[in-house]
């Protein structure tokens, strides 16, 4: 467990800010929302904050630690956090339900201090919640808008929509920059898609979200397990495979050499008797080259060696016993790319899955959606009225922010839209309190938050 003071996990600059606010400010209430990006921004990872950061108490060497720190590094030390030590921070934290589909501008989680003593608490929190919400955040939504493009050509080239939860598979551990963010991203894919090679964010889902089992995976081949065999030994590593896992479903990347003789010679030619009488699958993966180019050319190989049928929409389809995964090169205009490129070449969608790594967990960044956390308004009789604050830059007025406690409802068009926190007498503000200073009040599971972000 992490926690703010002990750790450092706060930008320099916030050291000083307690000396900032208007004299007789007892209270400050600021929101998080993303102010740009797609339309569809799937809300996920707040929990994890919750659980791991305000769920821990601060000790007299927490403070102390962040004391020696703030005084070598030239900032000013607030005396007043001495008096946080063994007790709850005292932080109301409201938020949507997690999963929950919002679009740009409209406030996911609002944080205010519970005891007048501390008005700078809420901005101090910053770096540590908005990180912890950006990122997954972004992630998910990713992962959903390729979740969208899928079961797009799926409802166009499919008879139905049975396989489109392990579409897309994560393969993005080894490419992130911590085992954190490993955790957090994968967990962030699995509020999509049940496929996973992410094993920490199997005990994310676990720890944070009480999901037993949240992905699955496969027996798979790397290029070492075939290349150890020697070039010339590149049947027998494929042999081996058939011979350990051919009763279930199995990946042999295939492009260690040449990936359209491998198809054509060896799977569908040496080895095609041995993969006819399997009982399970065999997914070929192709690692290298042009996908656009690559793909259809190894379906067509594919197709000429072991047939294929029409199915009811008229495209092609592989026996059921052969499939391809494209693992490299993918993201998710690639994915609309060769999915459009087989459409045209008369291939369905149900032929072929994806790997995505590093463009699924790490090629993302808070400007992305273009996350913040903005002040919005203040009070001086420990929160029993508010005054709004906002920004409005003359230089950029997509910065904008808004004032005043805000709430969140859902109109008559089904849509969701803010406004002010006093007008909802008729209302239910979406804006749930789900922490307040030691409590967690509202435990989401991972089902209920992927049932919300269904596509």
């Known amino acids: 467990m992490r ?6 996990d706060v930008d320099s600059y916030k050291l000083s800010h307690y000396l900032q606010y208007p004299k007789g400010t007892t209270n400050i209430s600021s929101y998080v929302t993303a102010r740009e990006g797609t339309d569809e921004i799937c809300f996920f990872g707040l929990n994890m ?19 020696q720190f703030a005084t070598a590094h030239g900032l000013p030390f607030n005396d007043d956090i001495y008096q946080l030590i063994h007790n709850p921070l005292p932080l109301r934290v409201q938020a949507l339900p997690e999963g929950t589909i919002v679009r ?8 205010t201090n519970t005891d007048p003593r501390f008005p700078w608490l809420t901005s101090f929190v910053e770096t540590s919640l908005l990180r912890a919400i950006w990122y997954p955040t972004t992630v998910a939504t990713n992962s959903r808008e390729c979740k969208r493009v899928i079961k797009h050509y799926m409802e166009k080239t499919c008879d139905d929509l049975s396989g489109l939860p392990f579409k897309l598979h994560d393969f993005g551990f080894r490419g992130v920059s911590s085992y954190e963010s490993g955790c957090i991203g994968g967990l ?5 898609f049940m496929g996973t090679d992410t094993m920490g964010a ?3 889902a676990r720890r944070f979200y009480g999901e037993k089992m949240a992905g699955f995976s496969i027996p798979a081949a790397e290029h070492s397990t075939i290349t150890s065999w020697g070039r010339n030994g590149e049947k027998a590593a494929y042999e081996n495979m058939i011979d350990q896992f051919s009763n279930g479903l199995y990946a042999v990347v295939s492009d260690s050499y040449d990936i359209y003789n491998a198809c054509e010679s060896i799977w569908g030619s040496s080895l095609k008797g041995r993969v006819l009488k399997q009982k399970g699958t065999l997914v070929i993966r192709p ?6 180019v690559v793909v259809l050319r190894v379906l067509e190989i594919l197709g000429e060696r072991f047939g294929y049928t029409n199915n009811s929409r008229g495209y092609r389809v592989l026996p059921s016993y052969l499939r391809v995964i494209q693992g490299d090169g993918v993201n998710r205009k690639s994915i ?3 999915l459009g490129k087989m459409q045209v070449h008369g291939w369905s969608a149900e032929n072929i899955a994806f790997g995505m790594g590093g463009a699924l967990l790490q090629d993302v960044t808070r400007d992305d959606l273009s996350f913040a956390m903005k002040g919005s308004a203040a009070s001086n009789d420990g929160g029993k009225t508010w005054t709004g604050f906002s920004k409005d830059p003359v230089t950029q007025s997509s910065k904008k922010s808004q004032a005043g406690r805000l709430a969140v409802i859902e109109n008559t068009y089904g849509d969701l839209v803010s406004m002010q926190e006093r007008d909802t007498i008729s209302h239910l503000n ?12 509202i435990d989401p599971t991972l089902a209920e938050i992927r049932e919300r972000a269904q596509v």
């Open 287 to 292: 690692d290298s080259g042009d996908p656009l």
């Open 104 to 111: 740009p501008g409209i406030p996911m989680v609002q944080v």
């Open 3 to 8: 926690n703010i003071f002990g750790d450092l």
């Open 49 to 67: 904050w919750l659980k791991d950061v305000l769920d821990n108490e601060t000790n007299s060497y927490d403070v102390e630690n962040l004391r």
């Open 336 to 338: 609309a790319a060769i």
């Open 188 to 192: 962030a894919h699995l509020v999509n």
């Open 430 to 441: 979406l804006l749930q309190d789900t922490w307040v200073d030691d409590k967690l009040l």
């Open 202 to 204: 199997l005990a994310y």
